[in-house]
């Protein structure tokens, strides 16, 4: 079936180190992605988006890759800090399917 | 602004016993979307509502679970008995247009912590 997910359970980075969080996806009709950020007892929130017609996305200190090809995008955080330590997930809009989910831990 | 509210925060039940979760959307968002989120896991969209209407209610459980949104403002979730495996984060999120088209973000509330003994 489709699918939507992360490709590692955690990732563990210092603070002041660039993070890298990667996600695949099944179905090459997807068209449009969402990152979102959820810390510990809170609901997710939104990070940053990315249509199929764009192949990155910059935000505040945050990326997005889209890899059509190969049906991939990652989300990259610029000076991880230890604010930014929480799961992040990667979900397809129009399905409304969201991964599992990559737990970051910054460590100092 | 105020954000999703969803109330209670948390709820511990025994199993069989009924439980129902509350939702306040944000005013003016005429989507509102309940998740089941297990632990380690990312949320599951249970049903979306575009105003009053129920326009995907395909993953909710029919047997027990039931939900609304009179007025196409706040909403409620109920599940009737609850069973041991219900137990979950239950995240209420709202947007202004939840068309596939949209580009409109999901805005979520903290979730009601649910544990059924």
């Known amino acids: 079936g489709e699918s939507v997910g992360l490709h590692l359970p955690t990732l563990s980075v210092q603070e002041g180190d660039n993070s890298i969080i990667n996600c695949a996806y099944s179905?090459?009709?997807?068209?449009?992605f969402i990152w979102y950020k959820q810390e510990s007892g809170k609901g997710p929130q939104f990070i940053i988006d990315?249509?199929?017609?764009?192949d990155k996305r910059q935000g505040q200190r945050v990326t997005v890759l889209l890899n059509k090809t190969v049906k991939h995008l990652s989300l990259q955080i610029a000076a991880t800090q230890p604010g930014d330590s929480a799961v992040y997930f990667c979900?397809?809009?129009?399905?409304?399917?969201f991964g599992k989910g990559t737990s970051l831990l910054v460590t100092p | 602004e105020a954000g999703v509210v969803q109330s209670p925060r948390y709820k511990i039940i025994e199993k069989k016993q009924p439980v129902a979760f509350w939702c306040n959307p944000i005013?003016?968002?005429?989507?509102l979307y309940w998740y089941l989120q297990n632990l380690g896991q990312g949320p599951e969209l249970l049903i979306r509502?575009?105003?009053?209407?129920?326009?995907?209610d395909s993953q909710l459980p029919k047997d027990r679970f039931s939900a609304e949104r009179l007025k196409g403002v706040d909403s409620t979730l109920k599940i009737q008995p609850a069973e041991l495996g219900d137990s979950a984060v239950y995240l209420c999120?709202?947007?202004?247009?939840?068309?596939?088209?949209?580009?409109?973000?999901?805005?979520f509330g903290p979730g009601t912590r649910l544990t059924v003994l």
């Open positions: 005013s003016g968002h005429n989507t």
């Open positions: 990315i249509r199929s017609n764009m």
């Open positions: 509502y575009e105003n009053e209407e129920a326009v995907d």
């Open positions: 999120a709202s947007s202004l247009d939840g068309s596939h088209r949209s580009t409109d973000t999901q805005y």
């Open positions: 179905n090459s009709a997807s068209d449009y």
């Open positions: 979900a397809e809009k129009k399905r409304l399917n």
